[in-house]
């Protein structure tokens, strides 16, 4: 199938073992998926917002632009009174001077109350550009450097997401988006050839200290 037609199909079949199995012909076992289908649950945007009590952006850049490299991945996350998260993950092919435009036009409509980068790219390729344009806008983005630490990834992304999707404090903001997001978490940690978007959505575990400043 044509790429498009491809994409077209994982949309409209919305199940992603499903579609991993007859278009991808790499099935995957729901029992034995760290991540399971049956953990997941959506919402919409609007009520997405309306429970709101923090909302958190965090960011995976990719700087390379080549189609086969993963897109930087971007994770807004909407945290209600309770803790549950409702996120909107999706990625982007963007440069550093863009991914800066974009960081900007994504503040203005959301209203973060902190923005997570990891800390390495963001050091060397971001923040030299980023300082003269907050000073220039009298704009100072509410950035906080993530380290990855010396854990494995796949290590970061269970002790960060896996309780609380199988406790269901995780909810998929409805958008056509979604069904990516969950193809990666359910062949994680060995089916995927792109993880850039549960990269993004983990790295909100790294901004939970704030949460106690609710009040």
Not at 67 to 81: L, M, Q, R
Not at 136 to 147: A, D, E, G, S
Not at 189 to 214: C, F, V
Request: hydrophobic residues 35%.
């Amino acid at each position: 199938f044509p790429s498009h037609d491809i994409e077209d199909r994982k949309k409209q079949m919305k199940n992603p073992l499903k579609f991993s199995a007859e278009y991808l012909n790499n099935p995957i076992d729901a029992e034995t998926a760290l991540f399971k289908p049956k953990y997941f649950r959506s919402i919409t945007h609007a009520e997405a917002r309306a429970r709101r009590k923090l909302c958190y952006l965090t960011v995976d850049p990719a700087i390379s632009e080549k189609t086969t490299a993963d897109e930087t991945g971007f994770c807004v996350n909407y945290i209600d009174e309770n803790n549950n998260w409702s996120v909107k993950v999706w990625g982007e092919r963007i440069g550093p001077k863009d991914l800066i435009r974009r960081l900007f036009e994504l503040n203005f409509e959301y209203g973060f109350d902190r923005i997570g980068i990891e800390e390495f790219l963001y050091t060397k390729a971001i923040f030299p550009f980023l300082k003269d344009i907050q000073a220039q806008r009298n704009i100072f983005l509410p950035i906080i450097p993530i380290k990855h630490n010396n854990k494995k990834k796949e290590d970061q992304i269970i002790q960060a997401l896996l309780y609380r999707y199988e406790q269901g404090m995780v909810y998929h903001i409805e958008d056509d988006q979604t069904s990516v997001l969950e193809e990666q978490l359910v062949n994680f940690p060995t089916g995927n050839k792109h993880d850039d978007r549960i990269d993004a959505e983990s790295m909100q575990g790294q901004l939970l200290p704030a949460y106690r400043d609710w009040e």
